[in-house]
């Protein structure tokens, strides 16, 4: 099963504009978890934002959770041509000791 | 150099035959993990363990074997009862110590049914 749906599946942006995904999820959760895969690539941890906690920046990043609505959103500031990849959320469900991913979100920057 | 290996890189599998991928990782970690990646799809888990000699089904077991005999090798076996295992197959580890923590993953291994 994919808990986390994302949106949009893909997103086409300039160099220097920003970038939202969304990502949607179903159960309690511990934690949630984003990544980013260039393409035919393993997956590289980018942030986790905790249920506790609203908001998380890191560098060019910043991600929210509203665990009422379940539901998260991942901004990237000035965005680059290198940040083009996919990106996925993932959520550690209270129930077991292991990611759920979604569907993911395929952005693309223009240079 | 710390980290996980997959190999081999690619791995063709004909009708009816087993294959096992390999992951290795060298960073001590206890619990690892083997996902299914389909094209333009997100991350199905397989299967995963907590700690050596133990593991657990994931979303999508049937077809697939594990087993965890040393703590840095996860092997995973698709077996023939796996009908459409044309896939990329991603092994990740983590400490498995806490709540939280990041997944390391290793480079993949695409299979390919000829």
């Known amino acids: 099963s994919q808990q986390g749906e994302e949106d949009p599946q893909a997103l086409s942006i300039q160099e220097g504009e920003n970038a939202t995904m969304n990502c949607s999820y179903k159960?309690?959760?511990?934690?949630l978890q984003w990544y980013r895969q260039n393409s035919g690539r393993g997956l590289v941890h980018l942030i986790l934002?905790?249920?506790?906690?609203r908001e998380k920046h890191s560098g060019r990043l910043r991600v929210t959770l509203d665990t009422s609505k379940k539901s998260s959103s991942l901004l990237i500031t000035a965005s680059r041509a290198a940040d083009t990849a996919s990106y996925f959320c993932?959520?550690?469900?209270?129930?077991?000791?292991?990611?759920?991913f979604g569907s993911g979100t395929r952005l693309q920057v223009q240079p | 150099d710390g980290g996980i290996t997959q190999s081999p890189k690619y791995l063709f599998r004909k009708e009816g035959q087993n294959v096992t991928l390999s992951c290795e990782q060298n960073l001590n970690h206890d619990a690892m993990y083997w996902y299914r990646q389909d094209p333009g799809q997100g991350l199905r888990l397989i299967y995963y363990?907590?700690?050596?000699?133990?593991?657990q089904k994931g979303d999508i077991a049937e077809g697939y074997s594990v087993s965890r005999e040393k703590k840095e090798s996860f092997p995973l076996t698709v077996t023939s009862a796996q009908k459409n295992p044309t896939a990329f197959y991603l092994c990740?580890?983590?400490?498995?110590?806490?709540?939280?923590?990041?997944?390391?993953f290793g480079p993949g291994t695409r299979l390919l049914v000829l």
């Open positions: 159960t309690s959760i511990n934690n």
């Open positions: 990740a580890s983590t400490s498995g110590t806490s709540l939280g923590e990041t997944q390391y």
């Open positions: 934002i905790r249920s506790n906690e």
């Open positions: 993932a959520t550690e469900d209270t129930g077991r000791r292991a990611l759920t």
């Open positions: 363990s907590q700690i050596v000699n133990d593991f």
